[in-house]
């Protein structure tokens, strides 16, 4: 994790030699979410929806530096072939993050977050390490490009990999 840090410490600093009064703007994004959930979270839930705010400021060419928050809800599952079983709660994820992005010439979209992510469930809260990685692509030059990522998001115990769908605004 402190390797992800001082990567996006030194892409950050090179970035800002190569700032200029045009690119003085922030671009505001949202959208929805699906996920999966993989490796524990699985065991208790099904899948996922929610949504995303996100505003990023261009740093350089190609290079966007901000802030992302998401809320996902994962449906609960109940076990089965086990007697007895039980229906688990659902499980509601918030993440808070900084983010940091490349824009490729091509329109593909790379980059990760990193902050805090909340699991919410009836027998109360955790709070760990969050992290996004994605990869995405944008489908317009246009004054609201549309995007679409990959996201594999990971805390301690909640990952998940889910699609994206963002409008910038």
């Known amino acids: ?3 992800f840090v001082g990567i996006l410490f030194m892409l950050f600093s ?3 030699l190569s700032l200029s009064k045009s690119e003085s703007t922030w671009n505001l994004e949202a959208g929805p979410v699906v996920a999966v959930p993989f490796q524990f979270l699985h065991l208790f839930n099904s899948f996922g929806i929610g949504v995303n705010f996100a505003a990023l400021h261009p740093v350089g060419d190609g290079l966007s530096v901000g802030a992302r928050a998401s809320y996902s809800y994962f449906v609960g599952k ?3 072939g086990v ?3 039980t229906h688990y709660d ?3 994820i918030v993440n808070i993050m900084a983010e940091l992005n ?3 010439d091509n329109n593909v979209i790379v980059g990760g977050d990193l902050g805090v992510g909340f699991a919410i469930k009836s027998g109360g809260t955790g709070a760990n390490v969050a992290e996004n990685i994605f990869l995405g692509y944008q489908f317009s030059n ?3 490009p549309v995007i679409f990522a990959l996201v594999v998001n990971t ?3 909640q990952k998940s990999i889910g699609l994206r769908g963002d409008v910038r605004f």
Request: hydrophobic residues 40%.
């Open 14 to 16: 090179s970035a800002q």
């Open 102 to 104: 490349y824009t490729f």
């Open 83 to 85: 007697p007895g079983a």
């Open 142 to 144: 246009s004054a609201h």
């Open 90 to 92: 659902a499980t509601n």
């Open 1 to 3: 994790m402190l390797f």
């Open 155 to 157: 805390t301690h115990t």
């Open 78 to 80: 109940k076990l089965t």
